[in-house]
């Protein structure tokens, strides 16, 4: 009964929208009725996007409109309580230059810029680096990629978009009756799409920044690859960035509070100067979040780090291990490996694989050894230095091929 209830509720708001988007665009209300009940409009992100919302936001909303004046019988001109748009396709106040298309295609390219900018994080205030005319390159792009035909949306669109959703917007030029407008948008989210819309194929690769990803963005993409592949209605997004990358890290937090104070940033190899530009670095998008202490070598190796920094940053995974109460152990360095294959006991071939680490104290090695023989299967990983095994220890619980190690407590005194 709840179903059915529900069924007839969410006609009834389709019709109300129909009748609205017939009366507005001069469209038939048959022609309106089928586009909203068009498989893209039902809501990708968040709930289905209203047309009466989207219609009241060009009369209604102050960023958008502007009141409507008249002149009195001894010719003074005072503004009435009735507004109108100067939203034109162009951007804010080009009205009357290109007014808002308002056919089928216009109102799902309005719709469908809408979802692009539901995947983003809202800010409580417009954004200077989150502007009308570079997310409707974005929009182009990603709905290009994915629904051919739509690969040209307005800059008006894009307003019009952002103000029906109710997100915060500003001109971006005050008092200079500039055609954009800023959203308000977490700007770092935004320039990591428009990095990964203007790239393409392989070269997508290069950008490691993925910690910025907009939330939605990974959701939204598969729905649209999935809708053009099958024609279905998308699923609604739970919400639920199942591919979010980390943003902090306990020993993200340690290293970043090693920075220099005050924009100084030490000289060059020490580990103010590491701290400072690997903070520098995931602000900016050259590289993500150190998730482990190790990872921030493999960052290192990544951006082509200057050889100083890699001792300095050896050290600095050693001085977290020794000092931090919220080390889990570390991993150190790969710096050799190999694989043979092996003739077998009788039982079939196999092969044996051998790692070799870097040992804390650089001197000597971590051995990592499986052997993969049917009847002989053993797998093995030990300090291969008599100073590190001294002073370190492996973490228990960890399997031979996820071993972290731990250094020793110093012996008390006598």
Same mark, same amino acid.
Request: hydrophobic share 35%.
């Given at each position: 009964?709840?179903?059915?209830?529900?069924?007839?509720?969410?006609?009834?708001?389709?019709?109300?929208?129909?009748?609205?988007?017939?009366?507005?665009?001069?469209?038939?209300?048959?022609?309106?009725?089928?586009?909203?009940?068009?498989?893209?409009?039902?809501?990708?992100?968040?709930?289905?996007?209203?047309?009466?919302?989207?219609?009241?936001?060009?009369?209604?909303?102050?960023?958008?409109?502007?009141?409507?004046?008249?002149?009195?019988?001894?010719?003074?001109?005072?503004?009435?309580?009735?507004?109108?748009?100067?939203?034109?396709?162009?951007?804010?106040?080009?009205?009357?230059?290109?007014?808002?298309?308002?056919?089928?295609?216009?109102?799902?390219?309005?719709?469908?810029?809408?979802?692009?900018?539901?995947?983003?994080?809202?800010?409580?205030?417009?954004?200077?680096?989150?502007?009308?005319?570079?997310?409707?390159?974005?929009?182009?792009?990603?709905?290009?990629?994915?629904?051919?035909?739509?690969?040209?949306?307005?800059?008006?669109?894009?307003?019009?978009?952002?103000?029906?959703?109710?997100?915060?917007?500003?001109?971006?030029?005050?008092?200079?009756?500039?055609?954009?407008?800023?959203?308000?948008?977490?700007?770092?989210?935004?320039?990591?799409?428009?990095?990964?819309?203007?790239?393409?194929?392989?070269?997508?690769?290069?950008?490691?920044?993925?910690?910025?990803?907009?939330?939605?963005?990974?959701?939204?993409?598969?729905?649209?690859?999935?809708?053009?592949?099958?024609?279905?209605?998308?699923?609604?997004?739970?919400?639920?960035?199942?591919?979010?990358?980390?943003?902090?890290?306990?020993?993200?937090?340690?290293?970043?509070?090693?920075?220099?104070?005050?924009?100084?940033?030490?000289?060059?190899?020490?580990?103010?100067?590491?701290?400072?530009?690997?903070?520098?670095?995931?602000?900016?998008?050259?590289?993500?979040?150190?998730?482990?202490?190790?990872?921030?070598?493999?960052?290192?190796?990544?951006?082509?780090?200057?050889?100083?920094?890699?001792?300095?940053?050896?050290?600095?995974?050693?001085?977290?291990?020794?000092?931090?109460?919220?080390?889990?152990?570390?991993?150190?360095?790969?710096?050799?490996?190999?694989?043979?294959?092996?003739?077998?006991?009788?039982?079939?071939?196999?092969?044996?694989?051998?790692?070799?680490?870097?040992?804390?104290?650089?001197?000597? #090695?971590?051995? *990592? @050894?499986? %052997?993969? /023989? =049917? +009847? !002989?299967?053993?797998?093995?990983? &030990? $300090?291969?230095?008599? #100073?590190?095994? *001294? @002073?370190? %220890?492996? /973490? =228990? +619980? !960890?399997?031979?091929?996820?071993? &972290? $190690?731990?250094?020793?407590?110093?012996?008390?005194?006598?």
């Amino acid at each position: 009964m709840t179903n059915n209830s529900t069924s007839v509720a969410r006609s009834r708001e389709i019709e109300r929208d129909a009748k609205a988007w017939s009366k507005f665009s001069g469209m038939k209300y048959t022609q309106a009725l089928r586009l909203m009940e068009h498989p893209l409009t039902q809501g990708i992100l968040g709930d289905r996007i209203c047309a009466r919302d989207m219609i009241r936001a060009l009369t209604e909303h102050p960023v958008l409109s502007e009141p409507v004046w008249v002149t009195d019988a001894d010719g003074k001109e005072f503004p009435t309580d009735e507004r109108v748009t100067h939203l034109g396709e162009n951007g804010l106040f080009s009205a009357d230059e290109r007014q808002l298309a308002v056919g089928e295609e216009d109102y799902l390219r309005v719709v469908l810029t809408a979802e692009i900018l539901r995947a983003f994080t809202r800010t409580s205030d417009p954004q200077s680096d989150a502007f009308s005319y570079n997310l409707k390159h974005t929009a182009e792009e990603f709905l290009g990629e994915y629904l051919g035909k739509f690969t040209y949306i307005s800059n008006g669109q894009a307003i019009w978009a952002a103000a029906a959703l109710g997100i915060p917007l500003a001109e971006s030029n005050p008092g200079e009756l500039a055609l954009n407008a800023d959203f308000g948008l977490v700007p770092e989210q935004v320039d990591y799409a428009r990095r990964m819309r203007r790239s393409g194929g392989s070269s997508r690769d290069g950008i490691r920044a993925h910690h910025h990803r907009p939330p939605g963005y990974m959701f939204l993409q598969q729905a649209l690859q999935k809708y053009r592949d099958s024609g279905e209605t998308p699923v609604r997004w739970d919400g639920v960035d199942a591919h979010a990358e980390a943003l902090t890290s306990p020993f993200h937090e340690w290293l970043v509070a090693q920075a220099a104070p005050g924009g100084d940033r030490g000289a060059r190899g020490s580990l103010e100067r590491l701290a400072g530009d690997y903070a520098a670095g995931v602000r900016d998008g050259d590289h993500g979040v150190a998730r482990q202490p190790e990872d921030l070598l493999t960052i290192l190796h990544d951006v082509g780090a200057h050889e100083d920094f890699f001792d300095t940053a050896r050290r600095a995974v050693l001085d977290w291990a020794r000092t931090s109460p919220l080390s889990m152990g570390i991993r150190t360095e790969l710096v050799d490996w190999d694989r043979s294959d092996h003739a077998g006991w009788g039982a079939g071939t196999g092969d044996v694989e051998r790692y070799e680490y870097r040992c804390p104290c650089g001197a000597g #090695t971590i051995l *990592e @050894e499986h %052997d993969n /023989v =049917p +009847g !002989f299967r053993e797998h093995d990983v &030990r $300090i291969m230095c008599d #100073t590190c095994r *001294e @002073e370190w %220890d492996f /973490v =228990p +619980g !960890f399997s031979v091929r996820g071993w &972290r $190690i731990k250094p020793l407590p110093a012996p008390s005194a006598t």
